[in-house]
């Protein structure tokens, strides 16, 4: 296996109207259809996947360079098998307000295990079934697995995981963080996801 090859790729598909499914296919990787929504659509890529390790990838993030090296390491350590590695998370955007937003999310994932899918997420099959896998609503399922894998099982990557901005820079970066950190209390104190979707 080549330097940054992984394995296998599986794309997801939740019933786009462009060519992504065609493109996909082209490049080497493989489609699978699933509803809409993050929930379901990850779901369906760790069924769809034939590894022991998983890792999952939102369509707006890309890992920056040596992720493979780091993730590498991570699986030949047999103590990780019960653990999940997560990247650090870095915004596509040159404001200063995508480095307060990158630091708040490092300092919360350390200090309280929440991390979410724009970071994302290595982790052993067998492990990933035992917590439940992914809950098929469409919100918040990072949250709710990273809840269940818990703060100590956190490993933290220094390798960036490059997000895109866009909904910062269209939503206004402040209100875009504190609509994050209600819906994230929201859901916490029981609202239903498909509702907090609509609000997202």
């Known amino acids: 296996m080549a330097e940054g ?36 659509q990850l779901a369906a890529g760790a069924d769809a996947a034939g590894g022991g390790w998983l890792l999952f990838l939102h369509a707006d993030t890309r890992l ?21 590695g997560v990247f650090r998370l870095r915004l596509d955007s ?16 350390r200090r309280f295990g929440v991390v979410f899918g724009d970071q994302g997420l290595l982790i052993s099959r067998p ?4 917590l439940g896998g992914f809950p098929p609503i469409p919100l918040m399922e990072d949250f709710h697995l990273a809840r269940r894998i ?3 099982n956190l490993h933290f990557f220094e390798t960036p995981a490059v997000t895109s901005a866009t909904r910062y820079q269209s939503g206004g970066w402040f209100w875009r963080a504190s609509r994050n950190l209600a819906l994230q ?7 239903p996801p498909r509702i907090l979707a609509r609000l997202y």
């Open 5 to 40: 090859e992984p394995a296998e790729i599986v794309v997801v598909d939740g019933g786009s109207s462009d060519d992504t499914r065609a493109i996909a296919r082209k490049l080497g990787a493989r489609d699978v259809t699933a509803a809409r929504g993050r929930g379901p």
């Open 64 to 84: 920056g360079s040596g992720w493979w090296r780091d993730a590498r390491e991570f699986m030949s350590n047999h103590e990780n098998l019960r653990k999940a």
């Open 94 to 109: 040159e404001r200063p307000e995508a480095r307060r937003i990158e630091k708040l999310a490092a300092w919360r994932g």
């Open 127 to 130: 492990f990933y079934r035992e």
């Open 150 to 152: 818990g703060r100590k």
């Open 185 to 191: 209390a929201m859901f916490l104190a029981g609202v």
